[in-house]
């Protein structure tokens, strides 16, 4: 699969690059004809439809068939003071790669809580809240259907990743900071008003740690890739010679991976910070397999990638904290990387179309 990115800044598009499958650049718009030419089928004889990924500097578009990206758009994008620009600007990145007199599907991955009817109620990196981002891109004429990006990733999950054949799944994305999404018989988890499935703002600790919501003791305060961060700074002060080491006495530049590294390397300060973010993790998912009973649990993202041991770590204080040990939900990683909002936002469009049935054969 191919990707290609532009980096720039300024109030809308800077830069961009469109790539298709086999490798070569073209020009907007003329996607049915490369299509075409390639060998590969257009419009008409088989499904297509098109995810956009909207993150906080950039936003992705591709093309999908149903298995795999066969035309894909990266451009650079900050949005400006005018809520409208981000309107446009996923506009203009999904015209990029449908094809020419077509009317797609279009998934839109927003990173905010989103309402089940498209509105995104809060997304604090677009200076967005109470925005009825669907029906705005639909008044342009878009067959838009707008997903927060924590559930579209569940989504990718259980179309063709981790959660693929599971009926129900939770997917824990733990980077930044710590976003989930749950899908139960091939339905996304809105709610009554798309806070479903907001694990990382779920109270564990009350009066713990501040977390950017202004609550003390969410999880996204105690296991988030900022909080262990901010926990092996402590340790730093405390003189951990290791931790020091890693980040060459300054503890400024520390961040969660080289805490991770420093467990590794036989720090027990490091290694402690590592065992309470997974136990409260774990004891986060214990919490919702009480509610939801899901048949897996997946986790993604930069920190829960850091290492097995980690996962680990979360399955057994989840287990600890479960009101039923037997049968409980494997803990396993993530299959799709980055791909997953923008995969999951295709997916949605979909199957909230109809153009999409069920799972990839
Ligand atoms: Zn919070």
Not at 331 to 338: D, L, S
Not at 339 to 348: E, I, K, R, T
């Amino acid at each position: 699969m191919l990707d290609c990115c532009a980096h720039g800044d300024g109030v809308a598009q800077k830069a961009s690059h469109d790539v298709y499958r086999d490798g070569s650049q073209g020009p907007s718009g003329d996607s049915v004809t490369n299509l075409r030419a390639a060998g590969r089928p257009g419009v008409g004889s088989v499904a297509l439809m098109v995810g956009v990924d909207v993150g906080g500097s950039h936003i992705a578009a591709g093309l999908f068939d149903g298995r795999e990206f066969i035309r894909r758009h990266h451009v650079a994008f900050a949005p400006g003071s005018v809520r409208e620009d981000v309107v446009e600007a996923v506009a203009e990145a999904s015209s990029r790669v449908t094809p020419r007199q077509s009317r797609l599907p279009v998934g839109v991955g927003m990173p905010g809580v989103t309402s089940a009817d498209g509105v995104v109620l809060l997304a604090p990196n677009l200076s967005l809240w109470d925005f009825p981002m669907q029906a705005r891109l639909r008044d342009l004429g878009l067959s838009a259907h707008v997903i927060n990006d924590a559930n579209a990733a569940a989504l990718a999950e259980w179309h063709s990743g981790a959660g693929r054949g599971a009926r129900s799944l939770i997917c824990v994305t733990v980077g930044t900071g710590v976003g989930a999404g749950i899908v139960l018989d091939g339905q996304v988890l809105f709610g009554a008003c798309g806070r479903g499935g907001e694990i990382g703002h779920m109270l564990v600790m009350p009066g713990g740690p501040e977390c950017g919501c202004g609550t003390h003791g969410c999880l996204e305060a105690l296991a988030s890739g900022q909080a262990i961060a901010r926990m092996g700074r402590q340790a730093c002060s405390g003189g951990d010679p290791v931790l020091l080491r890693l980040c060459s006495d300054d503890p400024r530049t520390l961040d969660a991976k080289m805490v991770f590294e420093a467990a590794r390397a036989g720090s027990r300060a490091a290694s402690q910070i590592v065992e309470q973010a997974a136990m409260w993790l774990g004891i986060a998912l214990a919490n919702v397999v009480s509610v939801v009973d899901p048949e897996v649990i997946i986790v993604g993202g930069g920190v829960a990638l850091s290492g097995e041991e980690f996962l680990d770590a979360v399955s057994r204080s989840m287990e600890a904290s479960a009101l039923c040990r037997i049968r409980m939900p494997a803990v396993v990683r993530a299959h799709h990387g980055t791909d997953a909002g923008l995969l999951g936002a295709a997916v949605f469009a979909g199957l909230s179309s109809g153009v999409l049935r069920g799972k990839e054969d």
